[in-house]
């Protein structure tokens, strides 16, 4: 009879990170949800420059909204950090937020502290399941180094998979309130790690080699190293984009 064992396992997994996910599922109507993935999506993925003007009627036709949940996602967007208000006077405008070395080095720090207390919990699962999830990252992170030693390296393929790398390692180990709290955090690092840390594709193979030290200390099961670990991965990570930001300069105009 076949062992359906491993296969049982996996579906746990999987089932642990989804039912936290339903429980953080954004309070609101459907289409002002998708209103706010969409206008995010365009500030993380660059198309809403750092320190650009936003302007709700070129969104409500850029996206074929009306009005109400554009201003419901742009409150939102205000609130987890993506978009900030100026004030000129009596007229109040809103800016995508700027791309600053100190906005950078708290975000990341945090988004370290995260991710270090759910790859601890990993590290505190059985064999079985550390090996389904260390079986996931090493092919994750030998596709990124592949993606990085191609003579015409594509960089948003390796910034996909570095974010596919956290999201396997996290997903796991997080209860409903770290997810929530990584759910809004995390997307704002892309912002720095897409524009900055992979300009130049000779970073990757130190990234690499640090996500070795994770996989290695979650297959060992040692909780406090893979928490070290991670955190060791981040701090790495923003002296790297402080130095591509020293170089390019910060994003920071109104």
Do not use: C
Request: charged share 30%; glycine share 8%; proline share 4%.
């Amino acid at each position: 009879m076949p062992d359906t064992k491993p296969k049982l396992r996996r579906v746990a997994i999987d089932r642990r990170e989804e039912s936290a996910r339903v429980m953080i599922r954004p309070v609101g109507t459907e289409r002002s949800t998708r209103v706010f993935q969409e206008i995010r999506e365009l500030i993380v993925g660059g198309q809403l420059a750092p320190g650009a003007r936003i302007v709700e009627r070129d969104l409500v036709g850029r996206l074929g909204a009306s009005r109400t949940p554009v201003r419901s996602a742009l409150h939102r967007l205000q609130q987890e950090g993506y978009v900030v208000s100026l004030h000129g006077g009596h007229r109040q405008r809103l800016i995508v937020t700027p791309l600053t070395r100190d906005d950078m080095l708290e975000l990341l720090a945090m988004v370290g502290a995260l991710e270090g207390i759910a790859v601890r919990r990993v590290a505190r699962f059985d064999l079985a399941d550390r090996r389904v999830i260390v079986d996931r990252l090493r092919r994750v992170n030998k596709a990124l180094a592949t993606a990085a030693t191609h003579r015409r390296a594509d960089t948003r393929r390796m910034a996909e998979l570095d974010e596919t790398f956290h999201r396997t390692m996290f997903g796991p180990g997080a209860g409903a309130r770290l997810l929530a709290m990584h759910e809004t955090l995390q997307p704002q690092t892309y912002r720095y790690r897409r524009l900055f840390h992979y300009s130049a594709s000779e970073l990757a193979p130190q990234s690499i080699a640090e996500h070795d030290e994770i996989i290695a200390a979650i297959e060992r099961g040692v909780p406090h190293q893979a928490m070290l670990a991670v955190h060791k991965n981040w701090n790495n990570g923003s002296a790297r984009v402080g130095q591509a930001m020293a170089r390019a300069g910060e994003f920071d105009t109104f």
